[in-house]
């Protein structure tokens, strides 16, 4: 497993995390999107970078081992723990999760190293790492991922053949837990239903406008306006910032796609 924390990001610690976010001022909010394991989070963050040159993801920081086919610098940067430890210790990572025996989290260097191309930002990361930049000065808008329902998403589990059946018990205890999050005030914009995949996008499509217009969520809803699900706003108030193209907005019939309602969804997770 090889790799540290770059000599330039070494020993800058708060000092650099500040001067960090102070650079993003005036850049695109970076997009956070967070969702159980199986919902579709990876299949909708592919399709927006495949659908405009305008973003750009973030390398994480883990501790585990590569798996197959996985390439450090691309897929991770895969390092010890101890390092990790030391990163954490000298505040280099803007969000950072300890996930069972391993430790995942995003550095300020791996956020600012999109940014600076002027590009959205996209974090897909836990609930942990969602506070933790919900706390910081970081620009950004946030994202739920959600499945319809316990059933739906206990088929896409088993239907990618990779997880035993302890394993699939346990992300789907995992996913209770995450669902939970979405009645924590302050902490998401947007809720999206990944029941249809391509009404699902539509809708993440109008909220990365958002971001790349260098709006920010407030954790109180929409921008500003009642929390809970993507709603039928204008696509155009979220202009793009560069000259390059920005997602096309979806038709109209799919940009008043209204979800089942928050209430309902949580209820079907057995969650008060």
């Known amino acids: 497993m090889g ?30 999107i967070c969702g159980p394991s199986g919902v579709g989070k990876g299949t909708l963050i592919k399709k927006l970078m ?22 450090h610098g691309v897929h991770y940067h895969f390092v ?6 030391k ?21 300020f260097q791996a956020v600012e190293d999109v940014a600076s191309s002027g590009k959205c930002c996209i974090l897909d990361i836990d609930v942990q790492g969602a506070r933790l930049v919900r706390r910081s000065a970081q620009k ?30 346990e992300r789907l205890q995992a996913a209770k837990e995450e669902i939970a999050s979405i009645k924590e005030q302050g902490l998401y914009d947007y809720v999206i ?11 993440l499509t109008l909220v990365a406008r958002r971001a790349l217009a260098g709006q920010v ?3 109180s809803g929409s921008i500003s306006g009642p929390v809970t699900l993507v709603a039928d706003e204008d696509p155009a108030a979220a202009a793009s910032t560069s000259s390059a193209e920005p997602p096309a907005e979806p038709p109209a019939d799919q940009a008043n796609v209204r979800p089942l309602p928050l209430p309902c969804m949580c209820k079907s997770w057995g969650v008060d």
């Open 140 to 169: 950004a808008i946030f994202v739920f991922v959600a499945p319809p329902s316990t059933e739906a998403l206990e088929q896409r589990l088993r239907g990618r053949g990779t997880e035993s059946e302890e394993q699939v018990q």
């Open 193 to 203: 239903f990944n029941d249809d995949l391509e009404d699902a996008f539509a809708q």
């Open 50 to 71: 495949d659908g405009s040159p305008l973003f750009g993801f973030s390398c994480s920081h883990t501790t585990r081992a590569p798996r197959e086919g996985e390439q």
């Open 3 to 32: 790799g540290t924390f770059s000599s330039e990001a070494e020993g800058q610690g708060q000092e650099n995390g500040q001067q960090t976010n102070n650079k993003i001022a005036e850049r695109p909010s970076a997009l956070v």
């Open 80 to 85: 010890s723990k101890a390092d990790f430890e």
């Open 217 to 219: 969520g407030n954790g």
């Open 87 to 107: 990163g954490i210790e000298e505040g280099l990572f803007l969000e950072y999760a300890r996930v069972h025996s391993n430790i995942y989290g995003t550095s």
